[in-house]
Every structure is written in structure tokens, then in C-alpha cells.
């Protein structure tokens, strides 16, 4: 009927190459197969130790290429940025993983259309004024924040000097995220839980799913 795919680790050494050897896997399978059946996946969790400062990330680039990845028609990704553990490669909540995994299957092959299997991801990320302001897609009945304080962590913003420093974030409605980055000159790019352990993403739409991990242009 389909496939289910849990991402292995080895690949992140070869993280440009995953750009194309993703869904050249995917293709070749269906064209061996002689079908378009769907393929769901796991994307890379949380691992190894968090960063106080933003870095570069071969784990990122991987998770990156497979959001990219979802551009192949009948695919689905079950994102578990939030329950990685830092010392185990392997996170031991796999009843979540499949249940996420699940989700698509049920949406997309099973006929509930009405249960939400999609993380949140930016649709739009905008200047207004000295803010930002990062639309999402798949937001169910809204975006929410888990922080027993309300703070929303993880943004963090480069200039065209290709530096990344933390900024302020918060919600604005149903589907915006704000950010305030006053110490960025000239801001071009946006990451959100970008590294091998972003261990403080904790943003979600109203049914429990993390947003996705995701580096963008600001327009």
C-alpha cells in the first residue's frame, strides 16, 4: 500500500548529496514498483549537545533536504525535533514516532480527511517596519507556544554578512510568528530550530505537532 521510512544518521556526512539521493530513492522505487504509492518518513530527531550561539549543521542541511523532499507527490514527513534525546541516537518515544507517522496514513489513504497530519511550515517571511514577520502554513486552529512563560524560542536571523544571531520571537494570531532583531543589520535569512540539538524548539500547531525545522529568504 505504501511505505514507511525512518531516517538513519550515516547520511548526514553526505548532507548535499541528500538533496538529490532522497528523492531519487523515492523514484526509483515507484518506477520499479510500476506505482505512485505514498511514502511517508521520519525526519531526523534531536541529537547530541545543544549550542548556545546559532551554527552551521550537517543534521539541519539532512532534515532540510528532506523537507525539501516533499515536493514528490503523495509523501508525508513526521517531524521529531522535539523528542530527540541528546545522549541516545536512537529516541526511545517511538509510540509518538509512529503515531505521527500514522497520522498521513489515516489523512491521505484512509479517508479522515479531517484529522491534521502536517507540521507547521513558513508559507511567507516579510519586513514589516523593523519586524518580521513568518507566515505558516498548517497551523490547524493555530499556532501555540510550549513554554510555561510564553517564550518562544529558536529564531534566530543573519544579515548579508551570513552570521545568525538569536532574536525575539513571538505570536501574532492564528498563523504569524514576529520576530525583533534590532542587533541584525540589513536581515536576509531566517532559521528556526536549526542544528543538531535544537532542544528549545517549541513552537506547535493546536493539535501538538512541532513546526518544521527550516532555514528562508526573507522577501
Known amino acids: 500500500r505504501g511505505v514507511i521510512w525512518y531516517q538513519g544518521e550515516n547520511n548526514t556526512n553526505r548532507a548535499k548529496e541528500y538533496y538529490h539521493l532522497f528523492p531519487a530513492m523515492i523514484n526509483d522505487w515507484r518506477k520499479k514498483w510500476g506505482k505512485d504509492f505514498p511514502f511517508y518518513w521520519v525526519q531526523l530527531a534531536n541529537y547530541m549537545d545543544a549550542v548556545e550561539v546559532p551554527s552551521e549543521s550537517l543534521w539541519a542541511q539532512v532534515r532540510e533536504a528532506q523537507t525539501q523532499t516533499l515536493s514528490l507527490p503523495h509523501t508525508g514527513q513526521a517531524v521529531i525535533i522535539d523528542i530527540g534525546e541528546a545522549k541516545d ?128 529568504k526573507i522577501e
Open 89 to 216: 541516537i536512537h529516541p526511545k518515544n517511538k509510540q509518538e514516532v509512529g503515531r505521527r507517522l500514522a497520522l498521513h496514513a489515516l489523512h491521505n489513504d484512509y479517508g479522515f480527511s479531517d484529522v491534521v497530519c502536517e507540521s507547521p511550515m513558513p508559507k511567507t517571511v516579510r519586513r514589516v517596519q523593523d519586524k518580521i514577520v513568518v507566515q505558516f502554513d498548517n497551523v490547524a486552529d493555530g499556532l501555540i507556544v510550549k513554554n510555561k512563560y510564553g517564550y518562544l524560542m529558536s529564531f534566530a536571523v543573519a544579515g548579508n554578512d551570513g552570521v545568525y544571531k538569536w532574536v525575539q520571537a513571538k505570536v501574532a494570531g492564528k498563523d504569524r510568528v514576529v520576530l525583533s532583531c534590532p542587533d541584525v543589520i540589513d536581515p536576509v535569512s531566517v532559521r528556526y530550530a536549526w542544528g543538531d540539538n535544537p532542544d528549545d524548539a517549541n513552537l506547535y500547531n493546536s493539535v501538538g505537532l512541532p513546526a518544521t525545522p527550516f532555514e528562508i
